[in-house]
């Protein structure tokens, strides 16, 4: 139950800072909104690991730390998805990223209960559903095709991050999480020095920069309960759990820009929220 918690705390501080990173990501770059994000980030897990954490657990860590700094792309692609594209359009995309570490974690020798593997079909299913557009809105327009291109590709790199985090936690949680975040801020780093920020300056884009902060630091804490969550129980539960995050991104993208959901999305989050409670059941 701790395990299953965790997950879901891990899910809400997941879709909150997506809703808050797509957000702030209209206006400006998604590689200065992350970069900023992911930075915060990092700096509050070094002081963590300044006081708590213990003596480097060995090369290891490093291969997976790496793979889980994929994530720092995967989550500028889901960024640029939610900026162009309807929130409730793209987010639950993302639950795709549960794919990879459930197929990872079924070949790894994972078990489930019945209970377990009909949860996290109805999981998948009900964030699926979730995705469909309101009939006002254009799902075959050029925002909306290009936005699902996005966020397909960050569910990959995500999933694969998921993968990487669960092998660097399995050897130690702070060097783990503090390693992929190092990584990940590296890649954004490249990433900012290839693609030219375009339009308007990066010092405006800047300010106010505390939202920014605060949408790594809810990242950074998501991670870390992922982490965790993943060391209690099977990689390819805690992974679905953690992975109806897009829900609470719908949510907050009705309750906030009022973006209207059309029958099917709302059929959609409570089949994922009764997937969550068979997984948890199980």
Excluded: K
């Excluded at 720092?72 to 793209?90: D, F």
């Excluded at 339009?199 to 300010?207: A, C, W």
């Excluded at 991670?223 to 897009?246: K, R």
Aim: net charge neutral; hydrophobic share 60%; glycine share 12%.
């Amino acid at each position: 139950m701790i395990a299953v918690l965790t997950a879901l705390a891990a899910s809400a501080l997941w879709g909150t800072s997506d809703f808050l990173g797509g957000l702030f990501s209209r206006g400006r770059s998604a590689v200065v909104v992350l970069g900023v994000a992911q930075a915060a980030g990092l700096v509050a897990v070094a002081l963590v690991m300044a006081i708590w954490a213990g003596a480097f657990p060995g090369t290891a860590i490093l291969l997976p730390s790496v793979l889980a700094g994929a994530v720092g792309l995967g989550v500028l692609a889901l960024y640029r998805a939610l900026a162009i594209g309807p929130m409730s359009v793209v987010a639950p995309l993302g639950a795709l990223a549960a794919v990879v570490p459930v197929v990872v974690g079924v070949a790894g020798g994972d078990r489930l209960s019945w209970l377990q593997a009909v949860g996290i079909v109805g999981a998948l299913v009900g964030c699926f559903l979730a995705a469909r557009a309101p009939s006002d809105e254009p799902a075959d327009g050029p925002g909306s095709r290009a936005g699902v291109a996005y966020a397909l590709v960050a569910a990959l790199l995500i999933g694969f991050g998921f993968v990487g985090l669960e092998d660097a936690a399995d050897e130690d949680v702070l060097w783990g999480l503090g390693l992929s975040r190092a990584v990940a801020v590296a890649a954004l780093a490249v990433a900012a020095a290839i693609v030219a920020v375009r339009g308007v300056p990066i010092s405006r884009q800047l300010t106010p920069i505390a939202p920014l902060a605060v949408v790594g630091l809810l990242d950074t804490s998501a991670n870390a309960l992922f982490a965790y969550a993943s060391t209690l129980g099977l990689l390819s539960v805690t992974s679905v759990l953690s992975s109806v995050y897009p829900v609470a991104t719908v949510l907050l993208a009705r309750i906030v820009l009022h973006e209207r959901m059309v029958r099917p999305q709302v059929a959609g989050v409570v089949i994922a929220f009764a997937g969550i409670a068979l997984l948890a059941a199980g």
